[in-house]
Each structure stands twice: as C-alpha cells, then as structure tokens.
C-alpha cells in the first residue's frame, strides 16, 4: 500500500510541473467594427501602448478567407496615420509587426452604432499601469495565477509534504 502511494506521488510531483507549463493564456478575439468612408476608405491610427503613434509601419490587409496573401499593403505617415482604399463591406485583417486585428467593415451609412470611423490599433509593449511602489511579493504572485496554476502549485506542496513522510523509514519497532 505504502509502495502504490509513494509512486502515485511521484508520478504527482514529475506531472505538475509539466501541467503548469502547459497552460496558456489565450487572448479573446473580438471583431471591431470599422465604417468605411463613402468611398470606400479604411482611415486608421498605429499607436504604441502608451499612445505614441507610430511612424513607417508597414500595414496589411488580409482577406479573412486568404491570410496568407497580402490584398492591401501602406505605410503609416509620420503622425502613425494610414488610408486604405477600395475596400467593400466585409470581414477582414489587419496585420501590424507581429500582430494581427481582426476587423469586419461596413460602408458608410450602414454601420452598426458602435463602429468607429478611425481605427486605432495598438501594437508594441505593453505598458502596466498603477504600479504604486510596492514589492511585488509572493501572495501578489500566487494571487495572479489562474485556478489551475494554483491547483498545480498545490499539488507540488502536497508531493513536497507527503512523498517524505511515504519514504520514511518506519524502523522504529525494529529496536
């Protein structure tokens, strides 16, 4: 008995750091909904997490259907600022630096209420915000994980705790 535990805790103990290192934070992709100019024109803004713009980007256009061939390609100016044109309404994506946007665009007078004109994408670092001075200490660490990432950790201290006591050698009657 004591045998099938202690494997059981050594099979706890080699698997959690492998399950912890699987988990992935995945980002939600939403579509943004962009009204188009009357003459068919994408007007957009390339700016970097703290809101500077960004000047001789190289901007892509992507069929939703097709990403891997370029429809549209443009430079931003030097105020970050980009025009794509002859565009129709539809599902499409933008691709800044390493980054890519997924948009659905209408044309003018036909666009849901909450499109905007000018699309701001934001490319680059990110910027954390309301840093107040203080350490970051463990608890703020083991606060930020996800629940799985906890259930691991407790895993690993339970391993840690009880695979000691399963291979203590309980000698003490031999005497």
């Known amino acids: ?19 912890t290192m699987a988990v992935e934070q995945t980002e939600r992709v939403s579509l943004s909904n962009i009204e188009l100019t009357t003459a068919g024109t994408l007007q957009g803004l390339l700016v970097t997490a703290d809101g500077r713009p960004i000047a001789g980007e190289s901007v892509r256009i992507h069929a939703q259907s097709d990403l891997k ?3 549209h390609q443009v430079t931003t ?5 980009f025009q794509v044109s002859g565009l129709r309404t539809g599902t499409l994506v933008v691709s800044v630096q ?8 209408w044309s003018a007078g036909i ?12 490319t680059g670092e990110r910027v954390v915000r309301g840093q107040d001075g203080r350490r970051f200490g ?7 994980l996800s629940t799985r990432q906890k259930v691991c950790l407790g895993l690993i201290v339970a391993a840690a705790v009880a695979i000691p006591i399963a291979l203590d050698d309980d000698n003490d009657n031999a005497s």
């Open 1 to 19: 008995m004591r045998t099938h535990l202690t494997w059981m805790l050594v099979a706890i103990l080699v698997a959690a750091p492998q399950t």
């Open 69 to 71: 061939s370029v429809q």
């Open 77 to 81: 100016d030097r105020n970050g600022r």
């Open 98 to 105: 390493d980054k890519s946007y997924a948009c659905r665009v």
């Open 111 to 122: 666009a849901p209420p909450n499109a905007v004109k000018t699309a701001a994408f934001v």
């Open 138 to 144: 463990i608890m703020d660490r083991i606060y930020s």
